[in-house]
């Protein structure tokens, strides 16, 4: 494995000669009515025949714009204002409209972030992929039709003569973005851009793609630029890697370096607010945040851009820094690490050995009984009826659930889309009505009560939603949004009360009191999180449902809400129940971790120990799927692929609704559903052959 | 220069649209029909400071003349000044328009928001009955209703209500239907409010954009329509000054031209400026086309 990577790199670095995009000193501005904005300032970089490269930045970066005007995609107001984007020699930007367009598609092809809306709905697959290549001349309607069964082959797409006959709302997003690279390969394109191909994806399915696209750099020598915010997904495919802050590339360098030895702050800082799959969880379970916003583009620090954020800055960065080499092929815009200092080092707490050093957190509630208690829960949601006389069909979406939440913890629940953890969040909550089971929430069984029944309940138990945009109502003002809840249950009364004690729910996740005069809208997507924090708070609640409330945000806006939640748990004694689909972050922050699939709990166990010593093979999976942001450990680490999708939920299979992709299946999986056996005291798995999978 | 910095420069010859540029390209329509609205309202509101003459004096001895300094607009059948009916002919126009359209907004947004925020029986009988409505040709049915009740402005404006509100709740159920899979509207529901709050203070208030821009697109609707009532002999009593009525005065009258022309364009400018203004409303009211 080593070997054959350490080959590659070396065939890349002997094809220097031509290297396949060249882009130099690019400007993009946006013309919008407040004034200009570079979204791109001034980048540089070259991608050499057969090369990987990644861009890596939070949003606002300017990483997709850069992407896009390396095809000229954009539309006005944006406008390409200097520089040079050179593909295989020429000048991408002095093109007419009719050579860019036989170059599109052609010679350099784009895969999108949203598989869901970047294919024609109204077209066959077939239809899509054969235009595609005869459009550009390359094959005749007859070659291009066999060409196309091939190439969905290729991509992993199962039954590919069935599937071109397809329209693509027939598709799960992972065989979407199939199709699409399908698409972006089927003219054997010599540069592939590739913007955030896996962000909507499952992990299971995130890898499967990462592979193929691998694969398409390793065997048919397609040069990628793959732009991502996730620095694992980079490492694992990417060679060398450029980091983008405020329209600026601040570093540069081989990928595995610049995980390893960051040479720019911004990037140390994205490294290590990342928590680690592979880490145990530490004492003190704070992440390294910095502080504040990336600035706004249109009042731009006349210094160094990341300056009034960095922890490491000194009188020099007044002035702005050029990119410059700070090693042997490794380029950073920071006065600090030219100087020749280098940046702390993340201390990795390693796993499985030292694990069991780091004593589990002590749960002064875990003697009593739980504070919730779920036991055989099932929703099911109706579809509409296809015909009159149709049976009505059903979604599985929790099918009997068991799960107990202690005071005091942290429970994770973790799972891919569809697997029931929403739903399991809203039957608690009783935002949905189990069909049956019972919800106990401290002795109350909550399971069939009416609304006006949990109504004093409510101001026990809280939720924070996922999206920040759309978890605050658009037409109130923050401090309103605060208050309602407040003056609704009669927690405080009177204007100048609740105004104290809304003032200092904002001190108390970190925002000034000021800002309960204004509109969610002028938030960012993290200060809305804070806000939408601040309401849940706001009843006292002891009980909090955190439904993915961190998956929107950038990873150090992610690491300052963790940090919240914590300082929070401490402060007030809450229980948590933490539900993402972020291993890392879900083993950095649970106490216990509860694995859900397609309905029904696969496996419990304390954090660290499911994390280290998984029983479920559909555990095991989930976790070598997930990208570690160390290209080193990414190499050697030979990882499980978990081949095809998961069921539908409308019909799940019988028996173990894993046992479609398991490769343990035997008979009796499908005959029989694996109870929830407790193999180890706390650690139970429902798998009829738990810990058996290599 | 080298070719491709030349071609470079070509690229970059298309100037940059200035601030005003651009607010004129976005706005400048909107802000026409706004002036066209409210020159209109000043004028229903002045009529009797804007014209010397009663809208109906009838002077025989004076008819069909044609414009003049005197008439600027000339005379219709009955001798009576077209200029100064005009004038008052705005205030039954403006008065229908937005009676109809606001009332009927109103009940429909009751009505469709009560459908989707209440689901299952309620839904269907609402949302059925809405259908029914929809299922005759509004300018007939409302013909239909408004004869049975009798000639009148008042009976008029209550036959355009029944047939006018369905569309309002059809725009308000699924606007609400949008609204309630919001989690800012299950944070409500977390937070233990009722129903009646969370339909009123939190959805309503959020689906009520997409209802301000029908309801500006739609005054030009009804007045079009209760013109059309009034040519047809519904509407106003005579001698009511109202704009369809005079269109149907003079439509004979062909030798005589401004008996029917200038009513048709006052008509023409009111609906126009409604419909400009809503296209205005509805592009600063949608936050996508704003920020560019």
């Given at each position: 494995m080593t070997k054959t990577l350490k080959a590659e790199l070396g065939r890349v670095a002997t094809g220097a000669d031509a290297p396949a995009l060249e882009v130099k000193n690019l400007h993009t501005q946006f013309f919008t009515d407040d004034g200009v904005v570079s979204a791109v300032d001034g980048v540089s970089f070259t991608v050499k025949q057969g090369e990987a490269l990644g861009i890596v930045g939070e949003s606002g970066s300017g990483k997709s714009v850069t992407a896009l005007s390396l095809m000229r995609l954009l539309d006005e107001p944006a406008r390409i204002t200097e520089g040079e984007v050179r593909f295989q020699g020429r000048d991408v930007l002095a093109m007419s409209p009719e050579e860019l367009r036989s170059v599109r598609g052609d010679r350099m092809a784009m895969v999108f972030?949203?598989?869901?809306?970047?294919?024609?709905?109204?077209?066959?697959i077939a239809k899509q992929l054969i235009e595609t290549m005869v459009v550009h001349g390359r094959f005749t309607e007859a070659e291009a039709s066999k060409r196309a069964v091939d190439l969905l082959g290729r991509m992993g797409v199962t039954a590919p003569e069935r599937a071109v006959e397809s329209y693509p709302h027939q598709f799960s997003g992972g065989m979407r973005q199939r199709v699409m690279l399908a698409l972006g390969m089927s003219n054997e394109p010599a540069l592939l851009i590739a913007d955030e191909p896996t962000t909507a994806l499952d992990v299971t399915i995130q890898a499967q793609i990462l592979d193929l696209i691998r694969e398409l750099n390793r065997d048919y020598g397609t040069s990628v630029v793959l732009i991502s915010h996730d620095l694992g997904v980079i490492a694992r495919v990417c060679h060398r890697t450029i980091v983008m802050y405020s329209g600026e590339v601040v570093e540069e360098g081989l990928t595995e370096d610049l995980l390893a030895d960051p040479r720019h702050p911004y990037t140390w800082a994205l490294i290590n607010a990342v928590p680690r799959i592979d880490e145990a969880r530490p004492l003190d379970r704070r992440l390294t945040t910095i502080e504040g916003q990336p600035p706004d583009p249109l009042n731009l620090p006349q210094g160094c851009r990341f300056a009034p954020r960095c922890p490491f800055r000194v009188e020099k960065c007044d002035v702005h820094p050029d990119l410059a080499e700070v090693a042997p092929g490794r380029k950073a815009r920071c006065w600090v690490t030219q100087a020749g200092t280098t940046l702390p080092k993340k201390t990795l707490r390693a796993t499985a050995a030292s694990a069991e050093a780091t004593p589990p957190r002590v749960i002064a509630g875990r003697d009593e009984a739980p504070l919730l208690k779920l036991r055989d829960v099932v929703k099911h949601f109706p579809l509409p009826k296809t015909g009159y006389f149709q049976p009505r069909r059903v979604v599985h979406a929790v099918d009997n659930v068991d799960l107990d939440v202690f005071r005091g913890e942290t429970v994770g629940l973790v799972g891919e889309s569809g697997c029931g953890k929403s739903t399991i969040a809203r039957l608690v909550m009783r935002i949905h009505q189990p069909d049956s089971g019972e919800i106990i929430f401290d002795g109350h069984d909550i399971a069939k009560s009416t609304q006006k029944q949990i109504r004093p309940l409510r101001r026990r138990m809280q939720m924070v939603f996922q999206d920040p945009y759309g978890s605050l109502n658009p037409r109130m003002t923050v401090g309103d949004i605060i208050a309602e809840p407040l003056l609704f249950h009669g927690i405080t009364k009177g204007k100048a009360e609740t105004q104290e004690r809304v003032d200092e729910l904002l001190n108390i996740v970190g925002l000034n009191p000021r800002v309960g005069r204004r509109y969610s809208y002028e938030f960012s997507g993290g200060q809305r999180q804070r806000v939408s924090i601040a309401r849940a708070l706001a009843v006292r609640p002891d009980f909090i449902v955190a439904d993915e409330p961190i998956s929107a945000l950038d990873v150090n806006i992610q690491a300052q809400i963790i940090n919240l939640m914590l300082d929070l748990q401490e402060r007030f004694g809450l229980t948590y129940l933490f539900i993402a689909h972020d291993l890392a972050v879900v083993r950095h922050i649970s106490d216990r971790v509860v694995v859900l699939y397609l309905g029904k709990v696969m496996e419990i166990a304390p954090a660290d120990r499911l994390f280290d010593r998984p029983l479920h093979p559909y555990t095991r999976y989930l976790l070598s799927a997930a990208p570690i942001p160390d290209a080193a450990v990414e190499r050697e680490r030979g990882y499980l692929k978990l081949e095809g999708e998961p069921p539908s939920s409308i019909s799940p299979p019988s028996g173990c609704r894993f046992r479609t992709r398991c490769p343990l299946a035997k008979p009796i999986c499908a005959s029989e559903p694996p109870p929830l056996v407790e193999h180890e005291p706390g650690h139970l798995a429902a798998c009829h052959f738990a810990g058996q999978l290599k | 220069m080298s070719v491709a910095g030349e071609a470079a420069a070509a690229r970059r010859i298309a100037p940059v649209p200035t601030k005003a540029q651009r607010w004129r390209r976005r706005y400048g329509l909107p802000a026409v029909g706004m002036f066209i609205i409210l020159v209109w309202i000043v004028v229903a509101i002045t009529a009797p400071l804007l014209s010397p003459y009663d809208p109906n004096l009838v002077d025989v001895s004076n008819r069909l003349k044609p414009p003049s300094g005197e008439h600027w607009l000339g005379t219709d059948a009955l001798g009576r000044d077209v200029f100064t009916r005009l004038l008052y002919g705005s205030r039954i126009s403006l008065t229908t328009g937005f009676v109809v359209v606001l009332v009927g907004a109103f009940f429909g947004t009751l009505l469709g928001g009560i459908a989707a925020f209440a689901r299952g029986k309620v839904e269907e009988i609402i949302m059925r009955l809405t259908d029914l409505v929809l299922c005759f040709p509004p300018i007939i049915l409302a013909l239909a209703i408004a004869a049975a009740l009798g000639i009148g402005t008042v009976n008029t404006i209550i036959a355009m209500l029944a047939v006018w509100w369905p569309k309002f709740a059809r725009l308000a159920h699924s606007m609400v239907l949008t609204q309630r899979s919001q989690e800012y509207v299950e944070a409500a529901v977390v937070a233990g409010f009722g129903p009646g709050r969370i339909l009123f203070r939190h959805i309503i208030p959020n689906s009520i954009g997409p209802l301000i821009v029908l309801v500006t697109l739609d005054i030009g609707n009804a007045v079009i329509t209760f013109a059309g009532l009034s040519f047809l002999g519904l509407g106003v009593v005579p001698p009511t000054a109202e704009w369809g009525s005079m269109v149907a005065e003079g439509r004979e009258l062909v030798a005589q031209w401004w008996v029917a022309t200038f009513p048709g364009f006052c008509i023409l400018s009111i609906v126009l400026g409604f419909n400009f203004l809503g296209d205005g409303v509805r592009d600063w009211l949608d936050p996508k086309a704003r920020k560019r």
């Amino acid at each position: 494995m080593t070997k054959t990577l350490k080959a590659e790199l070396g065939r890349v670095a002997t094809g220097a000669d031509a290297p396949a995009l060249e882009v130099k000193n690019l400007h993009t501005q946006f013309f919008t009515d407040d004034g200009v904005v570079s979204a791109v300032d001034g980048v540089s970089f070259t991608v050499k025949q057969g090369e990987a490269l990644g861009i890596v930045g939070e949003s606002g970066s300017g990483k997709s714009v850069t992407a896009l005007s390396l095809m000229r995609l954009l539309d006005e107001p944006a406008r390409i204002t200097e520089g040079e984007v050179r593909f295989q020699g020429r000048d991408v930007l002095a093109m007419s409209p009719e050579e860019l367009r036989s170059v599109r598609g052609d010679r350099m092809a784009m895969v999108f972030q949203d598989p869901m809306t970047s294919l024609n709905p109204v077209l066959k697959i077939a239809k899509q992929l054969i235009e595609t290549m005869v459009v550009h001349g390359r094959f005749t309607e007859a070659e291009a039709s066999k060409r196309a069964v091939d190439l969905l082959g290729r991509m992993g797409v199962t039954a590919p003569e069935r599937a071109v006959e397809s329209y693509p709302h027939q598709f799960s997003g992972g065989m979407r973005q199939r199709v699409m690279l399908a698409l972006g390969m089927s003219n054997e394109p010599a540069l592939l851009i590739a913007d955030e191909p896996t962000t909507a994806l499952d992990v299971t399915i995130q890898a499967q793609i990462l592979d193929l696209i691998r694969e398409l750099n390793r065997d048919y020598g397609t040069s990628v630029v793959l732009i991502s915010h996730d620095l694992g997904v980079i490492a694992r495919v990417c060679h060398r890697t450029i980091v983008m802050y405020s329209g600026e590339v601040v570093e540069e360098g081989l990928t595995e370096d610049l995980l390893a030895d960051p040479r720019h702050p911004y990037t140390w800082a994205l490294i290590n607010a990342v928590p680690r799959i592979d880490e145990a969880r530490p004492l003190d379970r704070r992440l390294t945040t910095i502080e504040g916003q990336p600035p706004d583009p249109l009042n731009l620090p006349q210094g160094c851009r990341f300056a009034p954020r960095c922890p490491f800055r000194v009188e020099k960065c007044d002035v702005h820094p050029d990119l410059a080499e700070v090693a042997p092929g490794r380029k950073a815009r920071c006065w600090v690490t030219q100087a020749g200092t280098t940046l702390p080092k993340k201390t990795l707490r390693a796993t499985a050995a030292s694990a069991e050093a780091t004593p589990p957190r002590v749960i002064a509630g875990r003697d009593e009984a739980p504070l919730l208690k779920l036991r055989d829960v099932v929703k099911h949601f109706p579809l509409p009826k296809t015909g009159y006389f149709q049976p009505r069909r059903v979604v599985h979406a929790v099918d009997n659930v068991d799960l107990d939440v202690f005071r005091g913890e942290t429970v994770g629940l973790v799972g891919e889309s569809g697997c029931g953890k929403s739903t399991i969040a809203r039957l608690v909550m009783r935002i949905h009505q189990p069909d049956s089971g019972e919800i106990i929430f401290d002795g109350h069984d909550i399971a069939k009560s009416t609304q006006k029944q949990i109504r004093p309940l409510r101001r026990r138990m809280q939720m924070v939603f996922q999206d920040p945009y759309g978890s605050l109502n658009p037409r109130m003002t923050v401090g309103d949004i605060i208050a309602e809840p407040l003056l609704f249950h009669g927690i405080t009364k009177g204007k100048a009360e609740t105004q104290e004690r809304v003032d200092e729910l904002l001190n108390i996740v970190g925002l000034n009191p000021r800002v309960g005069r204004r509109y969610s809208y002028e938030f960012s997507g993290g200060q809305r999180q804070r806000v939408s924090i601040a309401r849940a708070l706001a009843v006292r609640p002891d009980f909090i449902v955190a439904d993915e409330p961190i998956s929107a945000l950038d990873v150090n806006i992610q690491a300052q809400i963790i940090n919240l939640m914590l300082d929070l748990q401490e402060r007030f004694g809450l229980t948590y129940l933490f539900i993402a689909h972020d291993l890392a972050v879900v083993r950095h922050i649970s106490d216990r971790v509860v694995v859900l699939y397609l309905g029904k709990v696969m496996e419990i166990a304390p954090a660290d120990r499911l994390f280290d010593r998984p029983l479920h093979p559909y555990t095991r999976y989930l976790l070598s799927a997930a990208p570690i942001p160390d290209a080193a450990v990414e190499r050697e680490r030979g990882y499980l692929k978990l081949e095809g999708e998961p069921p539908s939920s409308i019909s799940p299979p019988s028996g173990c609704r894993f046992r479609t992709r398991c490769p343990l299946a035997k008979p009796i999986c499908a005959s029989e559903p694996p109870p929830l056996v407790e193999h180890e005291p706390g650690h139970l798995a429902a798998c009829h052959f738990a810990g058996q999978l290599k | 220069m080298s070719v491709a910095g030349e071609a470079a420069a070509a690229r970059r010859i298309a100037p940059v649209p200035t601030k005003a540029q651009r607010w004129r390209r976005r706005y400048g329509l909107p802000a026409v029909g706004m002036f066209i609205i409210l020159v209109w309202i000043v004028v229903a509101i002045t009529a009797p400071l804007l014209s010397p003459y009663d809208p109906n004096l009838v002077d025989v001895s004076n008819r069909l003349k044609p414009p003049s300094g005197e008439h600027w607009l000339g005379t219709d059948a009955l001798g009576r000044d077209v200029f100064t009916r005009l004038l008052y002919g705005s205030r039954i126009s403006l008065t229908t328009g937005f009676v109809v359209v606001l009332v009927g907004a109103f009940f429909g947004t009751l009505l469709g928001g009560i459908a989707a925020f209440a689901r299952g029986k309620v839904e269907e009988i609402i949302m059925r009955l809405t259908d029914l409505v929809l299922c005759f040709p509004p300018i007939i049915l409302a013909l239909a209703i408004a004869a049975a009740l009798g000639i009148g402005t008042v009976n008029t404006i209550i036959a355009m209500l029944a047939v006018w509100w369905p569309k309002f709740a059809r725009l308000a159920h699924s606007m609400v239907l949008t609204q309630r899979s919001q989690e800012y509207v299950e944070a409500a529901v977390v937070a233990g409010f009722g129903p009646g709050r969370i339909l009123f203070r939190h959805i309503i208030p959020n689906s009520i954009g997409p209802l301000i821009v029908l309801v500006t697109l739609d005054i030009g609707n009804a007045v079009i329509t209760f013109a059309g009532l009034s040519f047809l002999g519904l509407g106003v009593v005579p001698p009511t000054a109202e704009w369809g009525s005079m269109v149907a005065e003079g439509r004979e009258l062909v030798a005589q031209w401004w008996v029917a022309t200038f009513p048709g364009f006052c008509i023409l400018s009111i609906v126009l400026g409604f419909n400009f203004l809503g296209d205005g409303v509805r592009d600063w009211l949608d936050p996508k086309a704003r920020k560019r």
